[in-house]
């Protein structure tokens, strides 16, 4: 053989070396992880109909290679997830959809207490380089127009302050609906995730999309 062929046997090689390892870079899969309460746990539902294994059959149904790690808690509250978010969330995550407040409202946490916490976890995460899909909740009726006028606007003055993606109610189009929820009258029953993951898809795609093409 040639030096001339050699060579560009050796180019093509080469070439061919670096360009499966570009695929591979690019086909790596996304990994989010659901930082959340028993909404995001899946309450009383059979394996696979929870949130996180929904939303990711639904990435996937779009030919999208995404990962969703549940990291839900029933009946945590903010605190709980601030205790927890840095072993919940661990090395090699792309983004976090934190769903957090539910439980505090419901105990009457003070808003302000509430807004300290995802502010705090937001902060580590940001350190921390993990885009946030921050998903607001609403205050339950019971607790007053007070109450709900210091604890609904949290979500978005933290996503305006901090520019993140905001979902603004998780439970969107499945609260009111009593065929889509538990007999508890709170939590989604598996058509209520349904619905969830179908009204949230196009946010978590656009949020997949901007963590793809930070990392090219």
Do not use: C
Not at 55 to 84: F, I, P
Not at 184 to 195: A, E, I, L
């Amino acid at each position: 053989m040639s030096f001339k062929v050699a060579a560009f046997h050796f180019a093509v090689i080469t070439f061919g070396l670096l360009f499966g390892a570009v695929d591979a870079v690019e086909a790596r899969t996304i990994q989010l992880v659901g930082l959340g309460d028993s909404l995001m746990a899946g309450y009383q539902l059979p394996p696979g109909d929870g949130f996180p294994a929904k939303l990711e059959a639904a990435l996937k149904a779009k030919g999208l290679d995404v990962a969703v790690a549940d990291a839900g808690v029933s009946g945590d509250t903010t605190s709980g997830g601030l205790s927890r978010v840095d072993w919940s969330v661990p090395d090699g995550t792309d983004g976090v959809i934190l769903e957090l407040g539910a439980n505090d409202a419901l105990r009457g946490i003070p808003p302000e207490q509430t807004e300290k916490n995802l502010e705090t976890m937001i902060g580590q995460l940001k350190q921390r380089k993990i885009p946030v899909l921050l998903v607001g909740m609403l205050a339950p009726p019971n607790m007053g127009a007070d109450y709900a006028e210091k604890f609904n606007p949290i979500y978005k003055r933290l996503a305006d302050k901090y520019q993140l993606a905001l979902y603004p109610f998780f439970l969107d189009g499945v609260a009111t609906h009593a065929d889509l929820q538990l007999s508890d009258g709170m939590h989604p029953n598996p058509k209520g995730v349904d619905v969830m993951v179908e009204r949230i898809l196009p946010a978590i795609v656009t949020f997949v999309g901007m963590i793809d093409a930070g990392a090219k």
